[in-house]
């Protein structure tokens, strides 16, 4: 994959050097590709058509804003005297776990697309003077299966997987359309039934699962649930 910029830097240098990308200045974009502007990276697939995070503004810095009225959230971690150490094992765009983390947890976010890691990865870089909570955030680009082997004291597994959406819904939700075309392109196949079994094989203190609230139980029934107007919790013990 390229990355498309008008200006070259320490920072371009070390992200294509490491994962492997070919740095273009002064190119016309060949799409679908990176795109450096404004000292931000986008995924661009044509010259209209892009992701691009920034998580102190829009929607996500709305919530996180009122992150202590997330009560479905806070219900479904429970009261604990210290801060949990969890690992989000489904990342994605971030969402769950800049939530987590302004709640004074701290998070280990798992995410095993290299593209959509790229691109969180430069958003924490962008916002993480302004969110000092982003000291406790671990970003891996990593199977969370193979992370959470590594580590040995996880008070909570979270995952949140990709809801089954229709039109209507893809429409209202353009980032999480365009996280599922990266995924096609980098050919990731996500089997979020065989995820959750695994963790639940390896028994770990607590599984919170998120679903959409009129959804099957399509695994063991869980130990308690939390509902709120459109999702719920499925939580494992």
């Known amino acids: 994959m390229e990355i498309f910029s008008n200006i070259n830097n320490t920072y371009l240098n070390e992200i294509t050097k490491k994962h492997s990308l070919d740095l273009k200045i002064n190119k016309k974009p060949k799409y679908p590709c990176f795109e450096f502007k404004d000292e931000a990276l986008q995924f661009s697939f044509t010259d209209k058509i892009f992701l691009k995070l920034d998580f102190l503004k829009g929607t996500i ?41 302004s709640l004074g947890h701290k998070v280990i976010a798992c995410e095993q697309s290299k593209y959509i890691y790229l691109l969180i990865s430069d958003a924490v870089r962008r916002a993480e003077n302004q969110l000092g909570f982003l000291e406790n955030l671990i970003l891996v680009n990593q199977n969370s299966i193979d992370v959470y082997l590594e580590k040995e004291n996880v008070d909570i597994v979270y995952l949140d997987p990709l809801f089954p959406q229709d039109k209507k819904q893809l429409k209202r939700s353009k980032s999480i359309y365009a996280l ?58």
Do not use: C, W
Request: glycine share 4%; aromatic share 8%; charged share 30%.
């Open 61 to 101: 810095n709305y919530r996180l804003q009122r992150a202590h009225h997330e009560k479905h959230l806070k219900k479904a971690i429970g009261k604990n005297k210290e801060p949990q150490l969890i690992l989000d094992g489904t990342a994605g765009l971030l969402s769950d776990t800049l939530i987590l983390l």
């Open 180 to 237: 599922r075309d990266i995924l096609n392109l980098e050919k990731i196949v996500i089997n979020d039934d065989k995820l959750f079994m695994k963790f639940n094989e390896l028994k770990p203190k607590k599984i919170i699962l998120k679903r959409p609230l009129k959804s099957e139980i399509i695994y063991n029934t869980p130990n308690y649930q939390v509902k709120g107007k459109s999702t719920r919790f499925d939580i494992y013990i």
